[in-house]
């Protein structure tokens, strides 16, 4: 079966990938320190962070990266979504939202695949939504409490659910789609 | 003399050098794309770009990085200065201050200076103020409107009076110093 390197600092990640890809492939844990490139666009990140690691390992593997992007805000926070939340938090979003009447957001993951020979692919998955008026709902983390898909919150839908409809789910599909193509 | 190339894409920054150094060193322009590393310290973002310079041309060279960051937002925008203004601009910033009395904030310029033999130094330029309640002022660029040192906002001084006292001239004035008891 194919081996895959998910290279990233989060275990959870990993987990998520296995489950994701049994059957399909096997998949390994390898922790590195990647330097964090900046760019507005998010599949940009993923192709640079998976040269890095592939110049480093040589062999197959996958990094990702997420942005979280408000229409409003000419896509901010997009590509700084971690930095931003951690911050000025959920409060600093709604307080510069007030007023705001187009209130559309989207999250997308971009995952880059380095193949063996260590050409990249990149493959993403965005959900639309919109910026609530206010924090709603205790799962997930991050920005789920404030972005709403239909009259839920990614906080409010339970995370067996988010976790099959999420942005990085439709990522991983796509992928493991593309694999099984091969 | 001694040469020293700085490395960027915005041709003003290397007039300022120049007349800076004029009589101690002699300035080239080099126009290079360097990854943008990203760091909450814009001292290690100067330095990753001075080695991958270096790394590029094998010559002794500059380049810098410039933070703003505000005491009551735990340092944002920080080291995403320019994107921050670019999405949400200073009314985002005034916006996300209402009703914070905390208005402290800082600019930081990090200059990094790769020798000849590839060792990096790094100089760095601090100016310390506060976020006004509204934009005020003509001059500069940025979040030169909305911020204050004494009574006058950055925008409020002449060019030529803030280009002797700015965070960018303390760095150059520190790196200068240093060289000259090389």
Redesign the interface.
Known sequence: MRRIAVVTSNPHKVEEVASFFAGVAEVEHVRMEI??????DVRVIAR?KARYAYSQLGQALIVDDTAFSIDA??????P?AA??Q???GND?IL??M?GVTDRRAHFETAIAYADGEGEVHIFSGVVEGEVTGEARGEEGFGYDPIFAVGRRTFAEIPLGEKSKMSHRARALASFRAWLEDQ
């Open positions: 330097p964090e490139y900046r760019d507005d640079e805000l000419k896509g901010f926070p997009g700084y930095y931003v951690d911050r000025i600093g307080k510069l007030e």
